[in-house]
């Protein structure tokens, strides 16, 4: 029993993640989950109280699941550290376009609900690359005029507007070699934008 009930928490999920994702939490309506999960309203309140908590379980779920994906960061070489966490948060990105989408309703929000669930794990990993890029100003291998914070955060952002945009442009469909090429080429960007490439 216990175990139906977790598959039908999960397909919950599943429906309602897709729909705010291309909805928001406005748009989406908690009738078209209950038809998207083979499931009916009554389940959704259930399990999640109503729109609002399940919103906040798909915000929450999604968080925890870029935390879980992002590598610690190895603080030996700045420019390495930075070309791996980036190119670390740009697949997972990849591997979740559904992740974006939701940010960017968040963001349009003010970042209410992400702001309320936000996972302790996900909060250490901006916080190591933060210090990395401090790392690089003080050894002189980035622009010594670098807010650490600030070129943290307009890094991952470049990152997080980027794939919405690129998928736009080409339909969302790349290969892989185009997305490989997307992925140094914006790891590139990110490096020249801190000073941490030359060419």
Same mark, same amino acid.
């Given at each position: 029993?216990?175990?139906?009930?977790?598959?039908?928490?999960r397909?919950?999920?599943?429906? %309602?993640?897709?729909?705010?994702?291309?909805?928001?939490?406005?748009?989406?309506?908690?009738?078209?989950?209950?038809?998207?999960?083979? *499931?009916?309203?009554?389940?959704?309140? %259930?399990?999640?109280?109503?729109?609002?908590?399940?919103?906040?379980?798909?915000?929450?779920?999604?968080l925890?699941?870029?935390?879980?994906?992002?590598?610690?960061?190895?603080?030996?070489?700045?420019?390495?550290?930075?070309?791996?966490?980036?190119? %670390?948060?740009?697949?997972?990105?990849?591997?979740?376009?559904?992740?974006?989408?939701?940010?960017?309703?968040?963001?349009?929000?003010?970042?209410? *609900?992400?702001?309320?669930?936000?996972?302790?794990?996900?909060?250490a990993?901006?916080?190591?690359?933060?210090?990395?890029?401090?790392?690089?100003?003080?050894?002189?291998?980035?622009?010594?005029?670098?807010?650490?914070?600030?070129?943290?955060?307009?890094?991952?952002?470049?990152?997080?507007?980027?794939?919405?945009?690129?998928?736009?442009?080409?339909d969302?469909?790349?290969?892989?070699?185009?997305?490989?090429?997307?992925?140094?080429?914006?790891?590139?960007?990110?490096?020249?934008?801190?000073?941490?490439?030359? *060419?």
């Amino acid at each position: 029993m216990e175990r139906d009930a977790e598959q039908t928490r999960r397909r919950i999920l599943d429906a %309602a993640r897709g729909e705010f994702a291309v909805k928001g939490l406005a748009g989406s309506r908690v009738d078209q989950i209950a038809a998207r999960s083979d *499931t009916n309203k009554r389940m959704i309140y %259930a399990y999640f109280g109503d729109k609002d908590g399940l919103y906040a379980e798909v915000v929450r779920t999604v968080l925890v699941e870029v935390a879980a994906a992002l590598p610690p960061i190895d603080r030996g070489d700045p420019v390495r550290a930075v070309r791996e966490a980036t190119g %670390a948060y740009f697949d997972s990105c990849v591997r979740r376009p559904d992740f974006i989408r939701i940010m960017l309703w968040e963001a349009v929000s003010g970042w209410e *609900t992400a702001n309320r669930v936000f996972p302790v794990s996900l909060d250490a990993w901006p916080l190591d690359l933060t210090q990395v890029i401090q790392s690089g100003i003080e050894q002189g291998i980035f622009r010594q005029d670098l807010n650490p914070g600030l070129a943290m955060v307009a890094s991952l952002s470049q990152l997080f507007f980027f794939m919405p945009l690129m998928w736009k442009l080409h339909d969302g469909a790349l290969s892989a070699a185009e997305l490989a090429a997307a992925r140094e080429g914006l790891i590139d960007l990110i490096l020249h934008s801190l000073g941490g490439m030359t *060419t």
